[in-house]
């Protein structure tokens, strides 16, 4: 979401008040491609019923939220996904969707062109359709994929390339590109590689070297943001962490990013977290309210209490300025919501000698592993400030 003015103030109000602006729901973990790098279980445990998902919604609107992401595993496995999108957009939410695109027809493009929906985020790991089919797994993904691209831009949608960058596809990403130039939409290319929900951390290993990624930064056709303010036709974006719902503005300040203050992420089972990086289940909503959850539970109130001024290691920081500190990835990384962890820190200082910094250390690497460790929770006054702000 574009950092406007009229969205600064947005974000401003909803941050003063408390209002969940941004939501991100995942309908279902089930998933027709086996992506080498994703987080999810694809079985179904149980995924909320078109009823209960109706319910949520209406909770939702009643609390304030305007911008719902529909995601998953793949929405469009859902049989009652067009209903559900039709009573989002009934109560007035502004729908955006994540979506592989294998299931999408030129019919389904004209049903969500009907609907209002406007933009949906499309993953495609490479411009060869080799590589990207051996990452999802499955043989002609990617041209199917992109022949999804092709009729949702004839139908006026919004579309954007999403690329998670790994170890298979960094060379590729020139190609990527052309690519995205030539079908005419932006592209995110995405730095981060996330554990898998259960704890499994094999999937890091799939992580380029922050030494390999300093010459594409470099480079002013991939990263724009080096053409010193000129624009870029595609308008192509970095990411080096995870952002909680992809709303950015300035008026965050000391708060580390969106998460339980003004967004919050919903899975298939109704279970309530402060953001999709964020493990730390609040509450679920076949058992109480949106509301109840999002206002009184203890573990989003812990979670507001979060400063970055207060932050044990990373405050101190003499290169802080050039970190994408995530305090989802820092607790399922480091297992410490307030703590540093490593590849933030070693991308941090790889960003700082591209800025010109000598020697550039982060505090975490100055001092001790076994000292370096923050506390696991929130400072019981800093809780009781945040529960008093919520109510």
Same mark, same amino acid.
């Given at each position: 979401?574009?950092?406007?003015?009229?969205?600064?103030?947005?974000?401003?109000?909803?941050?003063?008040?408390? &209002?969940? +602006?941004? &939501?991100?729901?995942?309908?279902?973990?089930?998933?027709?491609?086996?992506?080498?790098?994703?987080?999810?279980?694809?079985?179904?445990?149980?995924?909320?019923?078109?009823?209960?998902? %109706?319910?949520?919604?209406?909770?939702?609107?009643?609390?304030?939220?305007?911008?719902?992401?529909?995601?998953?595993?793949?929405?469009?496995?859902?049989?009652?996904?067009?209903?559900?999108?039709?009573?989002?957009?009934?109560?007035?939410?502004?729908?955006?969707?994540?979506?592989?695109?294998?299931?999408?027809?030129?019919?389904?493009?004209?049903?969500? *062109?009907?609907?209002? +929906?406007?933009?949906?985020? +499309?993953?495609?790991? @490479?411009?060869?359709?080799?590589?990207?089919?051996?990452?999802?797994?499955?043989?002609?993904?990617?041209?199917?994929?992109?022949?999804?691209?092709?009729?949702? *831009? @004839? =139908?006026?949608?919004?579309? *954007? +390339?999403?690329?998670?960058?790994?170890?298979?596809?960094?060379?590729?990403?020139? =190609?990527? =590109?052309?690519?995205?130039?030539?079908?005419?939409?932006?592209?995110?290319?995405?730095?981060?590689?996330?554990?898998?929900?259960?704890?499994?951390?094999?999937?890091?290993?799939?992580?380029?070297?922050?030494?390999?990624?300093?010459?594409?930064?470099?480079?002013? %056709?991939?990263?724009?943001?080096?053409?010193?303010?000129?624009?870029?036709?595609?308008?192509?974006?970095?990411?080096? @962490?995870?952002?909680?719902?992809?709303?950015?503005?300035?008026?965050?300040?000391?708060?580390?990013?969106?998460?339980?203050?003004?967004?919050?992420?919903?899975?298939?089972?109704?279970d309530v977290f402060p953001c999709v990086q964020m493990s730390i289940a609040a509450g679920n909503l076949r058992k109480q309210s949106f509301q109840e959850i999002w206002r009184h539970s203890p573990q989003m109130n812990r979670v507001r209490a979060v400063r970055e001024s207060q932050l044990p290691v990373c405050a101190g920081c003499s290169i802080?300025?050039?970190?994408?500190?995530?305090?989802?990835?820092?607790?399922?990384?480091?297992?410490?919501?307030?703590?540093?962890?490593?590849?933030?820190?070693?991308?941090?200082?790889?960003?700082?000698?591209?800025?010109? &910094?000598?020697?550039p250390v982060s505090a975490w690497h100055q001092q001790p592993r076994s000292t370096s460790a923050a506390r696991a929770f929130i400072p019981a006054h800093l809780v009781q400030i945040a529960a008093a702000q919520a109510r």
């Amino acid at each position: 979401m574009p950092d406007t003015p009229l969205m600064d103030r947005v974000m401003r109000r909803s941050l003063e008040t408390g &209002v969940p +602006i941004g &939501v991100h729901f995942d309908l279902t973990y089930r998933c027709n491609e086996r992506c080498v790098h994703c987080y999810l279980d694809h079985e179904d445990h149980g995924e909320l019923e078109t009823p209960e998902i %109706k319910r949520i919604l209406e909770q939702l609107a009643e609390a304030g939220t305007l911008m719902l992401t529909f995601s998953g595993g793949e929405i469009f496995l859902r049989g009652d996904l067009f209903e559900l999108l039709a009573f989002a957009r009934r109560l007035h939410f502004n729908v955006s969707l994540k979506s592989n695109a294998l299931l999408i027809t030129p019919e389904h493009a004209e049903r969500l *062109k009907s609907l209002g +929906i406007r933009r949906i985020q +499309i993953s495609i790991y @490479s411009a060869d359709a080799a590589v990207h089919d051996a990452i999802t797994k499955v043989r002609g993904s990617f041209d199917r994929s992109i022949r999804a691209i092709r009729f949702l *831009k @004839s =139908q006026g949608m919004q579309v *954007k +390339i999403a690329c998670p960058l790994m170890k298979q596809n960094i060379a590729g990403l020139a =190609q990527l =590109q052309s690519l995205a130039e030539e079908l005419g939409v932006p592209y995110l290319i995405d730095m981060t590689i996330t554990p898998k929900l259960d704890g499994d951390m094999s999937v890091l290993a799939l992580r380029n070297a922050p030494e390999d990624l300093v010459s594409l930064l470099r480079d002013p %056709k991939l990263n724009p943001a080096q053409l010193a303010g000129a624009g870029s036709s595609t308008g192509a974006n970095w990411e080096a @962490s995870a952002v909680s719902s992809g709303i950015e503005s300035d008026a965050y300040e000391d708060i580390p990013c969106s998460a339980g203050h003004n967004s919050c992420y919903v899975s298939p089972y109704g279970d309530v977290f402060p953001c999709v990086q964020m493990s730390i289940a609040a509450g679920n909503l076949r058992k109480q309210s949106f509301q109840e959850i999002w206002r009184h539970s203890p573990q989003m109130n812990r979670v507001r209490a979060v400063r970055e001024s207060q932050l044990p290691v990373c405050a101190g920081c003499s290169i802080r300025q050039f970190c994408e500190r995530c305090p989802g990835l820092a607790h399922m990384e480091g297992g410490d919501l307030l703590g540093a962890y490593e590849r933030a820190c070693e991308l941090a200082e790889m960003t700082a000698r591209f800025a010109g &910094v000598k020697n550039p250390v982060s505090a975490w690497h100055q001092q001790p592993r076994s000292t370096s460790a923050a506390r696991a929770f929130i400072p019981a006054h800093l809780v009781q400030i945040a529960a008093a702000q919520a109510r």
